[in-house]
C-alpha cells in the first residue's frame, strides 16, 4: 500500500530532499492518519516506522526508474502505453 502511495503521490525528479521530506510528512497526514487506526501509545512508533518506509520506496523506486530505464535510454512509456 505505501509503494502505490508513494508512487502515485511522488514525483521522481525532486532533486531536494527537503521536498521529499515535507511530501512525506504529507503522506502520513493525509492518507496514513485518515485511512487507519493505531492503538493508543503506538502513534509514534508506528509514525516514525512509516515514515521511514515512505523513504525506502521511494528510494528504490527511483533507483528502479535509473537502472530499467535512464541506463538504457528508455521510458516507461515504452512499456506501460
Avoid at 487507519?36 to 523513504?55: R, T
Avoid at 526508474?65 to 541506463?71: A, E, P
Wanted: glycine fraction near 6%; include cysteine.
Amino acid at each position: 500500500m505505501i509503494g502505490a502511495l508513494v508512487r502515485d503521490q511522488l514525483n521522481p525528479a525532486i532533486t531536494s530532499w527537503k521536498k521529499v521530506l515535507e511530501t512525506k510528512r504529507d503522506l502520513w497526514e493525509k492518507f496514513l492518519m485518515v485511512n487507519f487506526w493505531f492503538l493508543e501509545g503506538s502513534h509514534q512508533l508506528v509514525k516514525c516506522q512509516a515514515l521511514k518506509i515512505i523513504g525506502e520506496s521511494f528510494q528504490r523506486w527511483k533507483s528502479d526508474l535509473n537502472k530499467n530505464y535512464i541506463q538504457k535510454g528508455l521510458t516507461p512509456f515504452n512499456e506501460f502505453g
